[in-house]
């Protein structure tokens, strides 16, 4: 059985999250894709653990559950960025959370991977919306692949939809409920009469909400999303810094009960076409309008019309099956290559 | 440039949609994907118009809607059989309306095109329906590509949504509104309390309808993509007699109006877990609840949780853009096929 060798950069719940179904899995991705996904390397922050036969991730699992990943029998003082130099891998996988001023590490760690003449799926935001074109053309370059769709929309496959699925189509608009936390706050202050503080409080005890939660009620997170699809679905060049950004803070209670009122509901909408992030009034019947966290994005297009994905917009598994989408689709190439003597 | 030929078979609706839009995207498809579409033959039931060099498309329209395709400089009178044994193509379009009894003549065509070694791409419900894995066994003996994504939910790629965008997921059950004219009338009742008879006019007057409006009221069109998505997405061994099958005919106004009060609506649901379709209540802020002819699909899955799609599920024009999805990936895998010495 052919072998797909990963390095994992990140091991937090995301990384965690990918190390957990890729043990799940093993047995589907044998019969159903016909690979082995064997993880070469996990790297965090103080340190590695580095095993060319494959990484016991049961244990580093356990281990890192308790803080104490160093204590894994392969691990190793080799940094990331030591790690990719010299650990061969046919994917890696940058799911560290990146810095929304300057995207790194990830920024570095992708574009040294795609360097190094391996493909990169992550599901790190910040690089891809702040460097998309810069990152692509290096992979373009090196001939590898970059690969991002558990940026946008959690477990919806916004971006494989687009380019596996609706190939045909020119995309006119995009635009939707790319934030979760917005989403789950003003659903409880429309349906439940909450107001803004209890439900922030709420999204935060669920851990729903970004560490830093005025990213996600100040529209930041959206505009990310917007950038990346901006540049990659519509193939426009767009800097983050083009996008308007207007977030929810100033939604009142006596705004949501005026719209619904007459029939509409207020959601955060980041609109692709337009650049821009704000609330906006969507009619009570319309696809967009989804409750609590989810994520719901329609797409305009020449032929097949207007298409609506809902789904789930955020949590470790469902991201993993983003993460996979683009795994998996990388694997098939890889056996796909021409490798005549 | 690579050329990748095609036999069109049935003229009809969706058969002219699809030149149209060869016609159209041309460009586009040589510069995104690589390849020029040429058609080598449109076979009808009286003949066939045959040009090895690629048929005059626009002529063929032209003719074609003023019913006079025999016209053509290329006419011949060879019948679809005939083409399909003596002409050589990459990809057949089995684009006919197919009989719900026996699925022919496409069930013959599909077969016939696969044992001689051609992929093929179809939309016609009933053979796949009826005989699924039958040509699925051809198809793998033949190394060749059996094709369907247009025969469930017109412009929804759902069939490549899942085996192209969420891979690793096993799919525990789909279910949705799989009939737009149904979906109409259903609607049109809810909303503007219309009677079910001015409702099935307004939709046949609209052109929504099949030719035989049972199939859509009495659940048969909606139990034949059950059928589909059971034996392939789920990949089930489901026979079109294994369905349960209730239709709309027998919802009053008044249930309706009760469902209403209620806060819920009633939708004709095919349920391709329980093999079952039947009205059922949806909740009003479900994102199954879709309007008009739309159409709405829910896959549960066990790692992305639940994803819905809504779009158009007929026209010419939205079904074409399903029909291309699966030519533009048979034919990026043309040219991925190994090609040694």
């Given at each position: 059985m052919k072998s797909v060798d990963v390095i994992i950069i990140g091991f937090g719940v995301i990384g965690r999250g990918v190390a957990r179904i890729i043990m799940e899995k093993r047995d589907f991705l044998r019969k159903m894709n016909g690979f082995d996904l064997r993880v070469v390397a996990i790297c965090e922050i103080n340190g590695s653990i580095i095993s060319e036969n494959g990484v016991d991730l049961n244990n580093a699992l356990l281990l890192s559950e308790r803080g104490r990943l160093e204590k894994h029998r392969d691990w190793n003082s080799m940094k990331s960025f030591d790690v990719i130099d010299?650990?061969?891998?046919?994917?890696v996988l940058e799911l560290t959370p990146g810095d929304i001023?300057?995207?790194?590490?990830?920024f570095s760690h992708i574009k040294e991977s795609l360097k190094r003449k391996m493909n990169v799926v992550t599901s790190n935001k910040?690089?891809?919306?702040?460097?998309?074109?810069?990152?692509?053309?290096?992979?373009?370059?090196?001939?590898?692949?970059?690969?991002?769709?558990a940026t946008v929309g959690g477990a919806i496959?916004?971006?494989?939809?687009?380019?596996?699925?609706?190939?045909?189509?020119?995309?006119?608009?995009i635009y939707g409920i790319l934030n979760g936390t917005t989403n789950y706050i003003l659903s409880k202050m429309t349906e439940e009469d909450m107001n803004f503080d209890d439900a922030l409080n709420e999204a935060n005890e669920l851990g729903i909400a970004e560490s830093n939660p005025s990213y996600d009620i100040d529209g930041v997170d959206t505009a990310l999303k917007v950038a990346i699809l901006a540049n990659s679905v519509m193939d426009k060049d767009v800097r983050f810094k083009d996008i308007k950004i207007q977030g929810i803070r100033d939604i009142t209670q006596e705004a949501i009960e005026l719209a619904k009122k007459h029939g509409y509901v207020i959601k955060l909408i980041g609109d692709v076409g337009r650049l821009e992030v704000s609330p906006r009034l969507i009619p009570v019947e319309h696809p967009l309008n989804v409750s609590g966290s989810l994520n719901a994005i329609m797409m305009d297009t020449d032929i097949a019309g207007e298409i609506t994905?809902?789904?789930?917009?955020?949590?470790?598994?469902?991201?993993?099956s983003s993460i996979f989408s683009d795994i998996i689709d990388i694997s098939d190439s890889l056996s796909l290559s021409p490798s005549c003597p």
């Open positions: 010299k650990i061969d891998a046919d994917i001023k300057n995207g790194e590490p990830g910040a690089p891809i919306a702040l460097n998309f074109k810069e990152l692509q053309k290096i992979a373009n370059k090196n001939d590898v692949k970059l690969r991002y769709e496959p916004i971006i494989n939809l687009h380019q596996k699925c609706l190939q045909i189509n020119e995309i006119r608009s994905i809902v789904g789930h917009g955020a949590g470790a598994k469902e991201t993993a």
